[in-house]
T-cell receptor, first 112, second 114 residues
Framework: DGGITQSPKYLFRKEGQNVTLSCEQN?????MYWYRQDPGQGLRLIYY???????QKGDIAEGYSVSREKKESFPLTVTSAQKNPTAFYLC???????????FGQGTRLTVV | SQQGEEDPQALSIQEGENATMNCSYK?????LQWYRQNSGRGLVHLIL?????REKHSGRLRVTLDTSKKSSSLLITASRAADTASYFC??????????????FGKGTHLIIQP
């Protein structure tokens, strides 16, 4: 099945620890995105990548880092510098940047 | 910054009625998209309308775009209980450095009463 997979679905971490969220797609899409969603809120763009080995900051990149070493993979690291990391994180991909996006099912991160 | 803003924030209607939600945005766009999100899930793409289009249909969905007013509307006809979800508009954004990524509004939460 073609699609975009995020893992894990739920993640718990202690404050001060870095944590990496996985996002893999087998749709052969060039563009990938990471969004953060807080309760009752819209999506805010963290980072996006238009092509392998390239990525750009979104609106709320502080405290996050990404890599795009392979076309299929766009992992997001939530660092200890992120002041309020507890949120629902969504990964998406599209054939080209800003075209129809396909979303994963999300990772709910809770930092205690 | 969030480019699109949906209105209303919440909408509750009876099954069978039509639901209309609106999206306003700030800067010029190449296309505008509508997505649906069921609670706690990822988003699903519904429809994309290009800046040179004024209206587009897909099944029970009708989207309009008015670039002079920087606004779009999504109409769902003959609503069903399964249409209960949050609906988001997304716009492409471009700056001097190129594409800035898809930006989403805060969404309209639609509840269909049986």
């Amino acid at each position: 099945d073609g699609g975009i997979t995020q893992s894990p679905k739920y993640l718990f971490r202690k404050e001060g620890q870095n944590v990496t969220l996985s996002c893999e797609q087998n749709l052969n899409h060039d563009a990938m995105y990471w969004y953060r969603q807080d309760p009752g809120q819209g999506l805010r763009l963290i980072y996006y990548s238009q092509i392998v080995n390239d990525f750009q900051k979104g609106d709320i990149a502080e405290g996050y880092s990404v890599s795009r070493e392979k076309k299929e993979s766009f992992p997001l690291t939530v660092t200890s510098a992120q002041k309020n990391p507890t949120a629902f994180y969504l990964c998406a991909s599209s054939i080209l940047v800003n075209t129809e996006a396909f979303f994963g099912q999300g990772t709910r991160l809770t930092v205690v | 910054s969030q480019q699109g803003e949906e209105d209303p924030q919440a909408l509750s209607i009876q099954e069978g009625e039509n639901a209309t939600m609106n999206c306003s945005y700030k800067t010029s766009i190449n296309n505008l998209q509508w997505y649906r999100q069921n609670s706690g899930r990822g988003l699903v793409h519904l429809i994309l309308i290009r800046s040179n289009e004024r209206e587009k249909h897909s099944g029970r969905l009708r989207v309009t775009l008015d670039t002079s007013k920087k606004s779009s509307s999504l109409l769902i006809t003959a609503s069903r209980a399964a249409d209960t979800a949050s609906y988001f508009c997304a716009t492409d954004a471009y700056s001097g450095g190129g594409a800035d990524g898809l930006t989403f509004g805060k969404g309209t939460h639609l509840i269909i009463q049986p």
